[in-house]
C-alpha cells in the first residue's frame, strides 16, 4: 500500500471540495481515510464542507442518507453517464425508468442540492447505443434538476459540443456546475456567458494541462469552483496516491499562482461561489 500524502499547508481561508466520492474505495488506488477520517483531515486542512456526490441509484442513497444529519456536507445525486448503459444491460430499460423514479426521489430531500453527476462520457465509452442511452439519461437529468430547482452537476469528457448543444435544447437549469471542468478559454467563456460554473480539480496542476491552465485565466473570478473527484484525479505532488479532500490546498494554491490572483481572494470566491451553487452549506 502506498503511503498517505500528509497534510498539505493549511489554506488561509476556508473552502468547500465541491465533488467528492467519500464512499469510494479503489482497490486500484489502494486504502484511503474512510468517510468519517477524509472529513477530519479536510477540517484540518480549511476544507469545511464537501459535496459528496451519488453516480448510480445505491450511492445516490449513500450520498443522501450521509448528508442528511451533518453539517459539513450536502449530496447530489445522479446515475453516471458510464452506469446508465450497464444498468440496460443488466435490467433492461424498465431498470432504468426505475433508477430514474429513484433519483427523483432523493433528488428533493433537503440536504441533496445537485442533480449529477450526469452528462456524457465519450472517452469510455464508444459504442453508439451507449452514448444514445447517455443522451437520453443527460435529458431526463436536466429535467429533474428543473422541476426541483436543483443545481446541475456535469460530467463532460471528450463530450463539449453534444454537452453544449443538450443544454441549449432543454433549456439549462437555474445553476450549472462543470465538474472536472476540462474544456479550452473558448468553451470556459461560453459558460462563464451564461453564468455557469467551471469546477476545478487537481488536473490542473499536471504539466501536460496547459490548455486547461488557459481556460483558468480566461474566467472571471465568480465562475470558478474547486474540487478533488477523490479518491481520483490527485493534485501534483502527490499524483498516483489516493486523493482526498485535505488535498485540495495544492490544487487552489496552483488556481492562484495560475490567476495571479492574491490566495486568501481565491478562497473567498471559491467559497462564496460554492454557496452559489450549492445553497447555504
Ligand atoms: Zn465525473
Ligand atoms: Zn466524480
Request: glycine fraction near 6%.
Given at each position: ?31 484511503g ?5 477524509a ?51 443488466r ?33 469510455r ?17 436536466i ?47 461560453h ?25 483558468l ?22 499524483r ?37 451553487a450549492?445553497?447555504?452549506?
Open positions: 500500500m502506498r503511503e498517505r500524502p500528509p497534510i498539505a499547508d493549511p489554506l488561509p481561508r476556508p473552502v468547500v471540495d465541491t465533488h467528492c466520492h467519500l464512499d469510494v474505495v479503489d482497490r486500484q488506488l489502494g486504502d481515510p474512510g468517510p468519517d477520517d472529513l477530519a483531515l479536510a477540517r484540518d486542512a480549511g476544507i469545511t464542507r464537501v459535496v459528496q456526490v451519488g453516480c448510480d441509484v445505491a450511492s445516490s442513497a449513500w450520498a443522501a442518507d450521509f448528508a442528511g444529519p451533518r453539517d459539513d456536507v450536502v449530496a447530489a445525486v445522479a446515475l453516471h453517464p458510464n452506469d446508465v448503459p450497464r444498468i440496460v444491460e435490467e433492461g430499460h424498465a431498470g432504468l425508468e426505475a433508477a430514474f423514479d429513484a433519483i427523483e426521489a432523493l433528488a428533493v430531500r433537503p440536504r441533496v442540492r445537485a442533480v449529477g453527476e450526469t452528462g456524457l462520457d465519450y472517452y465509452t464508444r459504442d453508439e447505443d451507449a452514448r444514445a442511452l447517455q443522451h437520453d439519461s443527460f435529458r431526463r437529468h429535467d429533474i434538476a428543473k422541476r426541483h430547482d436543483r443545481t446541475l452537476v456535469i460530467h463532460d469528457r471528450d463530450a463539449h459540443a453534444d454537452i453544449l448543444r443538450i443544454l441549449d435544447e432543454e433549456g439549462a437549469p437555474d445553476r450549472v456546475v462543470f465538474h472536472c471542468f476540462s474544456g479550452d478559454a473558448v468553451m470556459a467563456r459558460c462563464a456567458d451564461r453564468g455557469w460554473l467551471c469546477s476545478f480539480a487537481g488536473v490542473v496542476t499536471y504539466k501536460s494541462a496547459e490548455g486547461l491552465r488557459e481556460a485565466v480566461a474566467l472571471p473570478r465568480e465562475a470558478l469552483l474547486v474540487e478533488t473527484d477523490a479518491p481520483y484525479l490527485t493534485p501534483v505532488p502527490h498516483g496516491a489516493v486523493n482526498a479532500s485535505y488535498l485540495i490546498p495544492h490544487t487552489v494554491r496552483a488556481m492562484a499562482d495560475v490567476r495571479a490572483q492574491p490566495l486568501d481572494q481565491l478562497c473567498d470566491d471559491l467559497w462564496s461561489n460554492s454557496e452559489r450549492f445553497g447555504p452549506l
